[in-house]
Each structure stands twice: as C-alpha cells, then as structure tokens.
C-alpha cells in the first residue's frame, strides 16, 4: 500500500512545509539549517526547525520541532516525515531523533530526505532504526 504522499502532491506539500520550516531555522553556530515536516494520522502537516543554542548540547533538532507540534496538535501517530537540509547529498534524522520518531511510528513508516531542490531518498524507519525499541516493548 503506498502512503498517501507518495504522490507527486502529497509529497511535494510535505516538501514544501519543511523547507518553509528550514528557511527560519535558527543555526547561527553550525550555519547547517534543517526542516522537517509530518503528517499525522489525520493528514494534518506540522513542521519544525533545527534551534541551536550557545550551549550547544540544549538545541533543538527540526524533527523534534515537528513532533512536538504534532503533539501540541493533538495529533499521535506519525504516517511520514520528511527532512529537508542543505546539499545534494541525503541527511538523514540523528539517532536521536531516529528515536524520537519511533516513538510515534511503526517501522514501515516513510522517511524521505529532501535537499533545497527537492526530495533525494526514501527510507523506512525499520532500515534507518532496526530492531528498534518501542512503546510495546514495555509492559
């Protein structure tokens, strides 16, 4: 079955959400700005951006932005998500963030990697994460 973005149109609107986000990143420090967009179980978009901060090890990553407004949204499940970043070359979401994503994510779910131009690569989380650890993994 193919995720509803997998068309051209749902595809390129997760695109463009997360290069808006990208675009007001705020990554004075590493110059490297990020953006992330998802769509949640009821098609709804949220976005984030990478926010770097002067003590390095407290910013934030666009992924988590993303989830975090899909949160405050009210939304619970993450059906795809894409991560725009700079160059010709695919960036893929962290480790950490690779967990964060699962959280909220089965192991099929999409991850596409976008650069400025458009999408570059397609992944599952289970190839970027395997035999992850999940919320059913605990009692």
């Known amino acids: 079955m193919r995720a509803a973005s997998e068309d051209g149109e749902g595809l ?18 590493s110059r490297f700005s990020v953006g992330a967009a998802l769509r949640d179980e009821t098609g ?3 976005s984030g951006c990478n926010v770097e901060n002067a003590a390095y090890p407290v910013g934030t990553c666009a992924e988590a932005g993303a ?25 893929t ?38 035999a992850s650890f999940g919320p059913e993994t605990l009692p």
């Open 12 to 29: 390129r609107a997760l695109f463009e959400a997360a290069l808006s986000a990208r675009e007001r990143a705020y990554a004075p420090y």
């Open 93 to 130: 979401p962290c480790g950490a963030c690779r967990q964060r994503i699962r959280e909220f994510a089965g192991p099929d779910v999409a991850i596409h990697a976008a650069g400025p131009d458009g999408p570059l690569a397609r992944y599952t989380l289970d190839v970027l994460l395997p």
């Open 67 to 91: 989830i975090a407004a899909m949160v405050a949204g009210g939304g619970r499940r993450i059906m795809e998500i894409l991560v725009c970043a700079d160059g010709t070359v695919p960036v």
């Open 44 to 46: 709804t978009l949220h």
